[in-house]
Structures are given as structure tokens and as C-alpha cells.
């Protein structure tokens, strides 16, 4: 059965109300973050908290110094230079003084770099950061720690680590994004079922069990995603699974392209931060492509929807890959096999993590990094990405479009392998 994009709208009166329903939350929000940006540029500097992202060692023309991004409160994300000799305050809250009076209002959405110093340090790091380093702790290797760290809490990973993963193709894999928040969703679901099946046949047998279940996962994965921040994609992620469980409660279509519009568009008029995050708009990117893929082979069989999706997916985003980052190397093939192993290792990994026992995977993890290869740089022109955005709006409409998309991406990895033979 071939799945069709769905009308959410019987009308076209009622898809003009909800376009101006996001007009006018998205005045609204630009209303509200443009008066944050006036309090804090009213005066040539300002003192300001905030919380220290990351922060890691740079050289410039022979000079050392240390770069911190730092999260303002209720702001922005900013960037300043600090010196060498600085302790690491990853994970703190901080006070600084930053110089504001020149920042423009695209540039405060966007996040930017400032010239400023830190007046005061907190005695305690954010709970995100003690997670992290209860998580490394436990690990006698210390990239392992730092990859697991950054698996579960989203922390930064060191320049060192993310190059053997660029190597490998598996980066993607260590950003939480809608692949573990729907693996922890079904994890969390089937944890919860018999235990409520139990409570509910002898308590409350009229309740809807699917929908309590869903409430409860949509709770804790809140709560997760509350200690992570929110990043871009989880935030995605998340409200992209509660409008598909509202559509589903509805007996809508929960794979459409509606929905991810629809998603996407309320997310931008709520935090139009967003629309400036590459991570965000990779995540979607993603989404789509399985949308498009599922749309194309819905009749196939279980394996072979698992196996193509990831095939699909990944030759798909290579072009996206090649333009953004401009490298490849000859591990890059093979993340289709990691990604597809890592349903299961993700699972295996979160239960010894949280029996104390995430220790035992050290091995396996320094093996997967004795990576010593450097990847090829392949840069495409950035025309190639707006090519295939417009590609994929046609596609999801023309099965001649999908095939020549299917096509071309095939061509670039091809040209690609060819490229570092």
C-alpha cells in the first residue's frame, strides 16, 4: 500500500487559520526575544549569567588561549576567548561581563562571538555535567567515558575522539537525536507494559492503555530531555512523536509530509533560534528521507525496510555530508552497518550504565577508535545542497524526481569511493 502525504486541513480556511495562528505566535516569540535584546544592548557592556557549554584549547599565529561557549540565561549562545592558564569550567555557571554594544538582532538569534572576561564562578557544575562525569568515571578509558558521556548527556566531545569518528562515519551516532529518543521511547514502552497491564486489569480496566503509556513515556523522555537542555534535535524529535501520537489517536496518518511540516514550522515560530541550528535542520533532513523512503516501499517486507531505510538514508545525506563537512574517507560505507548494530547496542549499553557495570564495553570502544587514517577531503559547491532540498520538495510528489534523486546520490558516492581508491 503506498502512503500519500495526508491533509491535516478539511479546508483550505482551515489551513489559513493555522498559518495565522504561526504568524502571529512567531510575532509574538521575535516580540519577546527582541526586547531581551534591547535589555541586554541597552549599555555598551553588560554582567550577565551563564552556563559554560565547552571549552577546549586553540593556537592563532603562535598565540595561545583557551575559546568558551557559554549559554546565556534565557539567551543565546555566545562564544569568548579566555586565557590558556583557565581551569576548565565546563558545566559551570558563570558571571561574566561581555562588551554588547555592537551586536545586531540576526546576530543575537544566531549566537556570536564576544570580547569579555569572567567576574565569578559557582561552587557547583549544571546536573548535566555531574551526570557526565559519574558516566566517565566509570569508565578506566578515557574516550570511552567521553563517548559515553556524550551518548547519554550530550556533552562535547574532545577534537581528538570527533576525528575518529568523522573517520568512521559515526558521528552522527554520538548526537541524540530522533533515532535514540525513539529507541528510548520503545524501550521505556515495553518496560512499562506489563507492570501497567497488571495494575490496570485490577484497578482501572476502562483506562486506554496505549494512550496512558504514551503519556507516561512522553513524561520521562520530558524529564530527559529537560536535563539535556534540549538540544535541537531532541527538541524535534520530541514534538515530532507527539504530533504523530496525536495524529495516530485521531486515526490520522502519522507518516506524512504535513506532519513534519507542520512540526517544523510551529517549532520555528516558537524558538526561532532553531532555524539558524545545522543540527536541527539535519535531524529533519532525516526525517524526510525516511518519510520518502517509507512512502516509495511501504508494501515491502519488515528486514527489508530496516536494511533499505538505512541504505536510503545514508546515500541520501551523503551529498548533505560532502557540503557541510567535505570530507570522506573508506570507513564511511560501513556506518550503515554501525548504525544498524547500534539498535541493539544502545539498549545493551544504557542497562550496564545503569547497573555500574558500562565499564566492560571499554575494550570494544578503544578498538572501534585505533583509527589512524585521516579522511579524504571531498568538498562539493554548496549549490549541490539547495539542488537536492529542491529535489526532495519534488520528490515527495514524482516518482520520476525520487528515482533521479535516488540516482544522483548514488552518482556522488560512487564519485566519492572513487575519489580515495
Known amino acids: 500500500m503506498k502512503i500519500e502525504p495526508v491533509s491535516l486541513f478539511a479546508s483550505k480556511k482551515e489551513a489559513a487559520v493555522f498559518a495565522s495562528f504561526l504568524l502571529f505566535v512567531l510575532v509574538v516569540t521575535l516580540g519577546v526575544e527582541y526586547r531581551k535584546y534591547r535589555e541586554m544592548t541597552r549599555f555598551d557592556d553588560a554582567e550577565i549569567n551563564a552556563t559554560v557549554l565547552q571549552q577546549y584549547a586553540k593556537e592563532t599565529f603562535g598565540r595561545h588561549y583557551q575559546v568558551l561557549k557559554l549559554r546565556l540565561d534565557d539567551g543565546p549562545d555566545v562564544f569568548m576567548t579566555a586565557s590558556e592558564r583557565l581551569r576548565d569550567l565546563t558545566g559551570y555557571e558563570v558571571r561574566v561581563w561581555l562588551r554588547t554594544g555592537r551586536i545586531g538582532f540576526l546576530d543575537y ?3 556570536f562571538f564576544l570580547h569579555g572576561y569572567i567576574e565569578g564562578v559557582s561552587s557547583n557544575k549544571a546536573l548535566k555535567y555531574r551526570l557526565a562525569d559519574r558516566i566517565r568515571n566509570a569508565h578506566a ?7 559515553f558521556a556524550a551518548l547519554f548527556i550530550a556533552t562535547p566531545i574532545s577534537k581528538t575522539v ?18 535514540h529518543i525513539a529507541l528510548l521511547s520503545l524501550i521505556l514502552f515495553w518496560v512499562m507494559y506489563y507492570p501497567y497491564i497488571f495494575l490496570q486489569s485490577r484497578w482501572f480496566p476502562w483506562r486506554n492503555r496505549k494512550r496512558d503509556l504514551f503519556l507516561l ?24 512523536m507527539l504530533t504523530g501520537f496525536f495524529l495516530y489517536d485521531r486515526g490520522i496518518k502519522v507518516v506524512s509530509f504535513s506532519s513534519l511540516l507542520i512540526v517544523v514550522l510551529l517549532l520555528s515560530a516558537l524558538w526561532p533560534r ?7 535542520w539535519l535531524s529533519v533532513g532525516g526525517v524526510f528521507y525516511i518519510f520518502l523512503f517509507l512512502q516509495t516501499f511501504a508494501g515491502r517486507s519488515r528486514f527489508f525496510r530496516f536494511v533499505g531505510m538505512h541504505v536510503w538514508v545514508y546515500l541520501m545525506l551523503l551529498p548533505w555530508m560532502l557540503v557541510i563537512f567535505g570530507t570522506f574517507s573508506s570507513w ?17 549499553a544504557l542497562m550496564l550504565h545503569l547497573f555500574g557495570t558500562g565499564g566492560v564495553l571499554d575494550p570494544l570502544i578503544q578498538r572501534l577508535l585505533a583509527v589512524t587514517s585521516e579522511p579524504a577531503v571531498l568538498e562539493i559547491g554548496s549549490g549541490w545542497l539547495l539542488l537536492w532540498v529542491l529535489l526532495g520538495a519534488y520528490a515527495a510528489k514524482s516518482e520520476l524526481v525520487k528515482r533521479l534523486l535516488f540516482y544522483l546520490s548514488l552518482a556522488v558516492f560512487v564519485g566519492a569511493v572513487y575519489q580515495i581508491a
Open 274 to 280: 532553531l532555524v539558524f541550528r545545522l543540527g536541527f
Open 332 to 348: 564511511h560505507p560501513l556506518s550503515v552497518v554501525w548504525t544498524m548494530g547500534f539498535v541493539l547496542f544502545y539498549p545493551l
Open 141 to 147: 578509558n578515557p574516550e570511552a567515558g567521553e563517548l
Open 109 to 111: 538569534l544566531k549566537g
Open 162 to 179: 570527533r576525528r575518529k569518528l568523522s573517520v568512521l562515519g559515526i558521528s552522527h551516532l554520538l548526537a541524540i537525536s530522533g533515532f
Open 217 to 240: 513515556t512522553s513524561a520521562l523522555l520530558f524529564g530527559y530531555a529537560l536535563v539535556l537542555d534540549f538540544p535541537p534535535s531532541v527538541l524535534r524529535a520530541f514534538a515530532m
